[in-house]
């Protein structure tokens, strides 16, 4: 008889099973200590004398030797701190990719489909005629065959231009994105942490492409009273600043890089949870955060409306529910012809990648 054997649980003996733990919660409390791995400790022995989370067999000390060993952090010798290491970035990022869009898997070549033909890697049942420039390994040579001898009788073997039969292929299209995370001061008021969650799907969005997309390239950029690329490295550790919103200053920078992108397939993603407040003039800020400031908004609308001239989409991720604050978004998105979601922390992972993936299907011309 076929069925399941059940045993005893029994951890494993050398601590592999304590460590995953306490490595999965590390992970994360790095995450809210910007990368401060004296910081995120001190965190871990608070939450160990409350909640035990090491014993007799398995302490901290032992923890904190076997992240040495296992590369996730090392001793700066500057200052004798522990720093982390590029493992630990990459590590942060699958399990956020895991938490995110835990249903994806690395699959192929990492391209995606669209609902054109043209050159690419995965072969359809499709045939058509033989045109100057077409590859020889697009050639279905029995198709081919068959033809010259339908075509020139089977005495004799002949085969001409006009036999040929081409195999089409899918075409697979690249897409160039700019993600805009918004790291004004609004992000961390009013009691809720609206950053982390804003982190964490860029994190996992930076791992899809990288494992899935790799011919894709993403763009990360921060705005506040400025906009600047970061590193997909720093993205674990991105703190929020005493900033306004610069709205303009970001899609300006955003629309600088992708400029730069010789591909037909851009867009915009952008995290927010409020409205434009702040534009550079000069070597000082124009402020205001009190309303709709039109001078702001205005200006904001005029890049939206750039964009839209270029064919890049902006999709807007607004995680705030004031009516006013979607008020303009609605009208951004208008401008831009673009998309919006008003979407709560938990749900923005769902959002971003939903929409990501429908547009991997689409093709600009």
Request: hydrophobic letters at 35%.
């Amino acid at each position: 008889m076929i069925g399941f054997n059940f045993t005893k649980y029994l951890p494993s003996p050398n601590g592999e099973d304590k460590f995953q733990q306490m490595l999965n919660l590390f992970m994360q409390l790095l995450q809210y200590t910007n990368g401060d791995v004296t910081e995120a400790m001190d965190w871990m022995n608070q939450i160990d004398r409350e909640y035990k989370l090491t014993d007799n067999k398995y302490g901290m000390g032992n923890f904190v030797q076997d992240l040495k060993d296992k590369g996730y952090i090392k001793e700066n010798p500057s200052n004798g701190n522990f720093d982390v290491t590029s493992k630990t970035n990459q590590t942060i990022r699958q399990k956020s990719l895991e938490e995110v869009f835990g249903k994806l898997k690395k699959t192929g070549q990492g391209n995606h489909k669209t609902n054109f033909i043209g050159v690419g890697d995965e072969v359809t049942s499709d045939l058509r005629q033989f045109s100057f420039g077409d590859s020889v390994d697009q050639i279905d040579m029995t198709a081919s065959i068959h033809n010259a001898q339908v075509n020139h009788g089977i005495d004799s073997f002949n085969l001409t231009e006009n036999d040929l039969e081409i195999k089409e292929r899918d075409h697979k299209s690249q897409t160039s994105t700019v993600l805009m995370i918004d790291i004004s001061h609004s992000m961390i008021l009013y009691g809720e942490d609206r950053i982390t969650p804003a982190k964490k799907v860029a994190m996992a969005l930076a791992e899809l492409i990288n494992t899935k997309y790799p011919k894709d390239t993403l763009d990360i950029i921060v705005f506040g009273n400025d906009a600047w690329p970061i590193e997909i490295k720093d993205l674990p550790f991105l703190q929020v600043g005493p900033y306004h919103t610069n709205t303009y200053a970001g899609l300006e920078l955003a629309m600088d890089i992708l400029r730069k992108r010789k591909v037909s397939n851009k867009q915009i993603f952008m995290i927010t949870d409020g409205k434009p407040t702040c534009l550079k003039e000069g070597n000082g800020y124009y402020q205001n955060s009190f309303g709709l400031d039109r001078k702001v908004i205005n200006k904001t609308l005029t890049m939206a409306a750039q964009a839209r001239k270029l064919k890049v989409p902006i999709t807007t991720f607004m995680i705030a529910s004031d009516p006013y604050l979607q008020e303009f978004v609605r009208e951004f998105t208008k401008v831009n012809n673009g998309k919006a979601y008003y979407s709560g922390l938990n749900g923005l992972g769902d959002f971003v990648f939903e929409d990501f993936e429908k547009n991997r299907r689409k093709n600009v011309r």
